[in-house]
């Protein structure tokens, strides 16, 4: 029965108005999915039975041979009744509003916050209070939101400083901090602050040249809450005495109760990536985010202020935000798997997966759930993606496969700066896979690195639980605090590069492009450089063939149906059959809708795995992981851990649409190559982003690029060591780019930087590296900001890691700043025309960051102004590299220092 129908019977219940609508289910027929008729709120019932269910007499139904009102009873008698009737409703109208607002106010109200609105930004702020003003001035809350009417939150900044009253110079700057460091705050959440000093009794500074006075009346700041009292402030500043432990940045505040918000910034999901947004109950827990702001099928996600983490020794993650893949259960949330049913079925979770609820130990901060394939199979966009929509790769021409089964967790690291990580899970490639089409850092870990309590099962044999990230410093940081039982004490890294030949390869011909393949090879030769060993070619299927011993003598023969048997067997076992007896217990019989992939898997599972053929599959793994321990590449090594470190090309820039259409699975993956090894021997995988190569897109008929990227691995448990590994051959100058550039362009950039950088401070070219990462400016969701407003046109900009020193200069960064700008323009401007203002191709800013410390080359590299002992020392080592192993970059380094008249003496 429909709420139409009801409304004619006069009479519609909700949940929060009575207990009674958690008495019954729903009762809704046609083409609605079971699984809705389970939820309550909204009871429906045939007129006639509505009124008995709340407990008054049905309503009347005339019998054939009762009299009629109008024709049998006497006129006389109907006017009274109706003058009755007319005096007894209007008698009981006052009774009927007393009846519904006590009916109102004993409901089950919640506040759910509100979405506010400065300067063109969306916030969620509400719902949860984390702390409450109580001030002595009571009227300051009220003076406060005179400039927000008809607001009952007005923002505000908590301001730790090092003196009771700050002076001007001091609050400028740590305001200044705020806004470069965090992507919350803005100069709205300075109409009101609350100053906290950070030592008791703390002297005001002296050499102010700016009064507080001053500095407040530029940022517009209205209100001064502190906990002790301020003097000496202008009258249009009004001050409040009140006491907040909670930290620094900004916050809402409620007028009427004094409660404190956290701010979270609204983002669109444009690209699909997330489920669910979700934000802490601050009691252990999540909810639900209950706030969007307008978008075409994008959720709406809130990101907390990073100013509230500070990084300490026990959660070195702190302020950190990430999302998790679907399967992984929270608590207060629902898992959907991929699957409506399935997600409506079991409703909210009571406990975290362990391995999400480490992360949140650590510090890291959960922003969401994201999307996965259904179960965590694998699947193509878009018709295998039936019960969810598949979410959009961010790279090429944005109608790329993102891959899976990670895909959400994948894309949305891929597409948005303000998510920092994301958890996946990688049985067969699901983490792998979307690194490589997104050009992430995305690993598969030695299996039974972590807990996977709580977490949707594909197959327990080769399940693991991966990280993404965009920058390898922060993925090897992350996997290094989140995987416990890790040694990473070794002193030295392996000396044997093993370079996969099986089946050909994919390093060059075929699909793969002359740009892939100088990429490729200059990652190498770079790799082999930092090893100090020349790659060796490797085929698993070849050496198997000659140790395997008493095993089957192919390998890929025997392992052909192994994934297969294992995951189909394992995911109906402990998933499938149970879902499937659980929904047809709740819903009279009825089966849930399964996407076709994995209800083919499963189906086949059926047939084909029987438990003689499962017991095979495992005796085959077995083989398989002690052959690849003791005679594969897999061997350990006490100093080193792992004997050798093993190389292939994951992903070479090819595109793979997502609107083409293949052929219907029927069967689970099938096959054994390279990517299969690691799942088999369960050891450690990372796939990283080396480059990118262009194509021609057939969608934006424009060319676009896409990502290379490389799988690493290592002998199982040496997970620690390969997050090593990847920290020290990170690039050196990073340049964000939303306007586009062409090869040529890139090429005479990086040239020209280069050149600038290797004249300013004697460097060799040999250690400067260059990596672009282009960026997509909107006009509706701008991600970044100058002036406290979204800056959309454009945010090209360079960041480079440098080395500091005295000799160094500020003049000399400054410099060399103008020279990268004047190259940056030159690049961009069209061939024999004149240069024209155009501000989309404008370089915002050139940054230098200080670098601690670098390892470059398999040398640490020296401290500025101390290069010539350095090389010196090194010269051997550069000369052995040249001559003897043939590797171009040392030869190219030497004649470099040749033509360098500072450094020629030390070829003598």
Same mark, same amino acid.
């Given at each position: 029965?429909t709420a139409?129908?009801?409304?004619q019977?006069?009479?519609?219940?909700?949940?929060?108005m009575?207990?009674?609508?958690?008495?019954?289910?729903?009762?809704?027929r046609?083409?609605?999915?079971h699984?809705?008729?389970?939820?309550?709120?909204?009871?429906?019932?045939p007129?006639?039975?509505?009124?008995?269910?709340?407990?008054?007499?049905?309503?009347?139904?005339?019998?054939?041979?009762?009299?009629s009102f109008?024709?049998?009873?006497?006129?006389?008698?109907?006017?009274r009744v109706?003058?009755?009737m007319?005096?007894?409703?209007?008698?009981?109208?006052?009774?009927?509003?007393?009846?519904?607002?006590?009916?109102?106010?004993?409901?089950n109200?919640?506040?759910?916050?509100?979405?506010?609105?400065?300067n063109?930004?969306?916030?969620?702020?509400?719902?949860i209070?984390?702390?409450?003003?109580?001030?002595?001035?009571?009227?300051?809350?009220?003076?406060?939101?005179a400039?927000?009417p008809g607001?009952?939150?007005?923002?505000?900044?908590?301001?730790?400083?090092?003196?009771n009253?700050?002076?001007?110079d001091?609050?400028?700057?740590?305001?200044?901090?705020?806004?470069?460091?965090?992507?919350?705050?803005?100069?709205?959440?300075l109409?009101?602050i609350?100053?906290?000093?950070?030592?008791?009794?703390?002297?005001?500074?002296?050499?102010s040249t700016?009064?507080?006075d001053?500095?407040?009346?530029?940022?517009g700041?209205?209100?001064v809450l502190?906990?002790?009292?301020i003097?000496?402030?202008?009258?249009?500043v009004?001050?409040?005495?009140t006491?907040?432990?909670?930290?620094?940045?900004?916050?809402?505040?409620?007028?009427h109760?004094?409660?404190?918000?956290?701010?979270?910034?609204?983002?669109?999901?444009?690209?699909?990536?997330?489920?669910?947004g979700?934000?802490?109950d601050?009691?252990?827990?999540?909810?639900?985010?209950?706030?969007?702001?307008?978008?075409?099928?994008?959720?709406?996600?809130?990101?907390p202020?990073?100013?509230y983490?500070?990084?300490?020794?026990?959660?070195?993650?702190?302020?950190?935000?990430?999302?998790?893949?679907?399967?992984?259960?929270?608590?207060?949330?629902?898992?959907s798997?991929?699957?409506?049913?399935?997600?409506?079925?079991?409703g909210?979770?009571?406990?975290?997966?362990?391995?999400?609820?480490?992360?949140i130990?650590?510090?890291?901060?959960l922003?969401?759930?994201?999307?996965?394939?259904?179960?965590?199979?694998?699947?193509?966009?878009?018709?295998d993606?039936?019960?969810?929509?598949?979410?959009?790769n961010?790279?090429?021409?944005?109608?790329q496969d993102?891959?899976?089964s990670?895909?959400?967790?994948?894309?949305?690291?891929?597409a948005?700066d303000?998510?920092?990580?994301?958890?996946?899970?990688?049985?067969?490639?699901s983490? $792998? &896979?979307? /690194?490589? +089409?997104? !050009?992430?850092?995305g690993?598969?870990?030695?299996?039974?690195?972590? #807990?996977? =309590?709580?977490?949707?099962?594909?197959?327990?044999?080769?399940?693991?639980?991966?990280?993404f990230?965009?920058?390898?410093?922060?993925?090897?940081?992350?996997?290094?605090?989140?995987?416990?039982?890790?040694?990473?004490?070794?002193?030295?890294?392996p000396?044997?590069?093993?370079?996969?030949?099986? $089946? &050909?390869g /994919?390093? +060059?011909g !075929?699909?793969?492009?002359?740009?892939?393949?100088?990429?490729?090879? #200059?990652? =190498?030769?770079?790799?082999?450089?930092?090893?100090?060993a020349?790659?060796?070619?490797?085929?698993?299927?070849?050496?198997?063939?000659?140790?395997?011993?008493e095993?089957p003598?192919?390998?890929?023969?025997?392992?052909?149906?192994?994934?297969?048997?294992?995951?189909?067997?394992?995911?109906?076992?402990?998933?499938?059959?149970p879902?499937f007896?659980d929904?047809?217990a709740?819903?009279?019989g009825?089966?849930?809708?399964?996407?076709?992939?994995?209800?083919a898997?499963?189906?086949?599972g059926?047939?084909?795995?029987?438990?003689?053929?499962?017991?095979?599959?495992?005796?085959?793994?077995?083989?398989?992981?002690?052959?690849?321990?003791?005679?594969?590449?897999?061997?350990?090594?006490?100093?080193s851990?792992s004997?050798g470190?093993y190389?292939?090309?994951?992903?070479?820039g090819?595109?793979?649409?997502?609107?083409?259409y293949i052929q219907a699975?029927?069967?689970p993956?099938?096959?054994?190559?390279?990517?299969?090894?690691?799942v088999?021997?369960?050891?450690p995988?990372?796939v990283?982003?080396?480059?990118?190569?262009?194509?021609?897109?057939?969608?934006?008929?424009?060319t676009?690029?896409l990502?290379v990227?490389?799988?690493?691995?290592?002998?199982?448990?040496?997970d620690?060591?390969?997050?090593?590994l990847?920290?020290?051959?990170?690039?050196?100058?990073?340049?964000?780019?939303?306007?586009?550039?062409?090869?040529k362009?890139?090429?005479?950039?990086?040239?020209?930087?280069t050149?600038?950088?290797?004249s300013?401070?004697?460097?060799?070219?040999?250690?400067?590296?260059?990596n672009?990462?282009?960026?997509?400016?909107?006009?509706?969701?701008?991600?970044?900001?100058?002036?406290?407003k979204?800056?959309?046109?454009n945010?090209?900009r360079?960041v480079?890691?440098?080395?500091?020193?005295a000799?160094?200069?500020?003049?000399?960064f400054?410099?060399?700043?103008a020279k990268?700008?004047?190259?940056w323009?030159?690049?961009?401007?069209?061939?024999?025309k004149?240069?024209?203002?155009?501000?989309?191709?404008?370089?915002?800013?050139?940054?230098?960051?200080?670098?601690?410390?670098?390892?470059?080359?398999?040398?640490?590299?020296?401290?500025?102004?101390?290069e010539?002992?350095?090389?010196?020392?090194?010269?051997?080592?550069?000369?052995?590299?040249?001559?003897?192993?043939?590797?171009?970059?040392?030869?190219d380094l030497?004649?470099?220092?040749?033509?360098?008249?500072?450094?020629?003496?030390?070829?003598?």
């Open positions: 029965m139409a129908e009801l409304r019977c006069g009479l519609l219940t909700i949940g929060t009575s207990s009674l609508a958690d008495s019954q289910n729903v009762t809704l046609g083409n609605k999915d699984y809705l008729r389970s939820q309550p709120g909204i009871r429906t019932r007129c006639g039975e509505v009124g008995a269910a709340l407990g008054t007499k049905r309503r009347y139904s005339p019998k054939p041979d009762s009299p109008d024709k049998e009873w006497p006129a006389s008698y109907r006017r109706i003058i009755l007319f005096l007894i409703v209007r008698r009981m109208r006052s009774f009927a509003f007393i009846l519904a607002s006590f009916r109102l106010a004993s409901a109200y919640v506040n759910q916050g509100q979405v506010l609105s400065f063109g930004i969306s916030y969620y702020a509400g719902g209070a984390v702390g409450q003003i109580e001030t002595t001035n009571a009227s300051s809350l009220s003076l406060a939101a400039q927000f607001q009952d939150l007005f923002p505000l900044t908590i301001i730790d400083t090092s003196s009253v700050p002076s001007g001091e609050l400028l700057n740590l305001t200044t901090a705020y806004d470069s460091s965090d992507d919350v705050f803005q100069s709205a959440f109409h009101a609350y100053l906290r000093p950070s030592t008791t009794n703390a002297p005001a500074r002296s050499n700016m009064s507080l001053s500095q407040l009346s530029r940022q700041t209205s209100l502190s906990s002790k009292e003097h000496g402030l202008k009258s249009s009004v001050t409040g005495v006491v907040l432990s909670l930290p620094r940045g900004p916050y809402f505040v409620s007028v109760t004094g409660n404190v918000y956290k701010a979270y910034r609204l983002y669109d999901d444009d690209h699909l990536a997330f489920v669910q979700v934000i802490s601050e009691e252990g827990a999540f909810t639900t985010l209950p706030a969007v702001t307008e978008n075409v099928m994008a959720k709406s996600i809130a990101v202020s990073r100013l983490y500070t990084e300490t020794e026990e959660q070195p993650l702190a302020g950190l935000r990430f999302g998790v893949k679907d399967i992984f259960h929270v608590k207060g949330v629902g898992t798997g991929g699957n409506r049913a399935y997600f409506y079925l079991y909210r979770q009571n406990k975290t997966a362990p391995a999400v609820q480490r992360l130990d650590l510090g890291a901060v922003v969401g759930k994201m999307g996965t394939v259904q179960f965590a199979n694998g699947d193509r966009p878009t018709a993606w039936v019960d969810l929509h598949a979410p959009f961010p790279r090429g021409d944005g109608y993102p891959s899976g990670s895909t959400g967790p994948g894309a949305g690291v891929g948005y303000w998510l920092d990580l994301a958890v996946g899970s990688d049985t067969g490639g983490m $792998r &896979g979307p /690194a490589g +089409s997104q !050009g992430l850092f690993n598969r870990p030695s299996t039974g690195a972590i #807990s996977l =309590v709580d977490v949707i099962p594909l197959s327990p044999v080769s399940d693991t639980a991966g990280m990230a965009r920058s390898g410093s922060l993925w090897a940081k992350v996997t290094q605090a989140w995987y416990p039982d890790f040694a990473s004490n070794y002193t030295s890294y000396t044997t590069l093993y370079r996969s030949t099986a $089946r &050909g /994919a390093w +060059s !075929g699909n793969v492009s002359e740009d892939a393949t100088k990429v490729i090879t #200059s990652f =190498v030769g770079k790799l082999e450089s930092f090893l100090q020349k790659s060796t070619p490797a085929n698993y299927t070849q050496l198997w063939s000659e140790t395997h011993g095993a003598a192919d390998v890929n023969e025997m392992l052909y149906l192994t994934y297969g048997v294992y995951v189909s067997h394992d995911q109906w076992q402990e998933l499938g059959k879902f007896e929904y047809a709740r819903f009279d009825r089966q849930p809708y399964i996407n076709p992939g994995p209800l898997r499963w189906q086949w059926q047939v084909h795995s029987t438990e003689e053929v499962y017991a095979q599959g495992l005796h085959n793994i077995s083989l398989f992981r002690s052959w690849y321990e003791t005679e594969g590449y897999g061997r350990h090594d006490p100093e851990c004997e470190l190389i292939y090309p994951w992903s070479v090819q595109p793979s649409y997502r609107d083409v699975r029927t069967t993956p099938l096959g054994f190559d390279d990517s299969s090894v690691p088999m021997a369960g050891a995988e990372v990283i982003p080396i480059g990118e190569v262009p194509y021609n897109s057939t969608k934006s008929l424009h676009e690029y990502p990227t490389m799988a690493l691995r290592m002998a199982r448990g040496c620690h060591h390969l997050a090593n990847r920290v020290y051959i990170m690039p050196f100058y990073q340049i964000y780019h939303t306007y586009p550039l062409a090869q362009q890139r090429e005479s950039i990086a040239l020209s930087i050149n600038l950088h290797c300013t401070f004697s460097t060799p070219a040999f250690f400067v590296h260059v672009f990462i282009k960026q997509e400016p909107k006009s509706d969701d701008g991600t970044y900001f100058m002036a406290g979204s800056h959309t046109s945010s090209n360079i480079a890691l440098v080395r500091t020193s000799s160094r200069t500020k003049d000399d400054d410099a060399l700043a990268i700008e004047d190259a323009n030159g690049a961009v401007k069209e061939p024999g004149e240069a024209e203002f155009d501000e989309a191709k404008r370089l915002l800013m050139v940054v230098f960051t200080p670098m601690l410390a670098i390892r470059e080359g398999g040398m640490a590299i020296p401290d500025a102004g101390h010539e002992a350095w090389l010196k020392q090194q010269l051997p080592y550069f000369k052995e590299m040249s001559e003897k192993h043939g590797v171009k970059d040392f030869t030497l004649e470099e220092l040749k033509q360098m008249e500072s450094l020629r003496g030390l070829l003598i």
